[in-house]
């Protein structure tokens, strides 16, 4: 059966072998990853970080797949949720606002999840290096 526990799990095992972090901290020895369950406050932003479509991609459910929650899954969001700490607070902004971003709070991290909608063929033909949905404006302004 399409969908049964065990193309879960082998679903699963793709994403764990092909999940890209750019960078792990700034130093080898202080490392962002895993993250620390008592961090006091985590910024998480991004079109991609509770979209569990946006995260899947095409041919997810069907050809070109779809964003939002088209399927049965654990989210960015969610997992961080469940990796941290019961007093971590973990803040969710799809697009950080500026009241967040200039309210002088101090996030232990800022974990930002952007990226291309699903799709099957050919909108992945373009010569431009860019994220789509505003997605480098979202890590400049979380960067600066």
Same mark, same amino acid.
Do not use: F, Q, W
């Given at each position: 059966t399409v969908g049964c526990k065990e193309h879960r799990e082998l +679903?699963?095992?793709a994403v764990r072998k092909s999940l890209v972090l750019l960078k792990n901290g700034t130093k080898i020895?202080?490392?962002f990853m895993p993250l620390d369950?008592?961090?006091e406050r985590i910024l998480v932003v991004g079109t991609h970080a509770h979209d569990l479509g946006n995260q899947c991609g095409g041919w997810t459910k069907t050809k070109s797949g779809q964003s939002g929650g088209i399927t049965i899954g654990t989210t960015l969001l969610d +997992?961080?949720?469940a990796a941290v700490g019961d007093k971590t607070e973990v803040i969710y902004e799809k697009t950080?606002?500026?009241?967040?971003?200039?309210?002088g709070q101090s996030f232990s991290y800022a974990i930002v999840a952007v990226g291309e909608p699903p799709y099957a063929e050919?909108?992945?033909d373009n010569?431009?290096?860019t994220i789509p949905l505003n997605g480098s404006d979202?890590?400049?302004v979380v960067a600066e």
């Open positions: +679903a699963r095992e020895d202080k490392p369950r008592m961090a +997992a961080i949720k950080p606002s500026n009241e967040t971003l200039a309210s050919m909108k992945g010569s431009e290096l979202i890590v400049t």
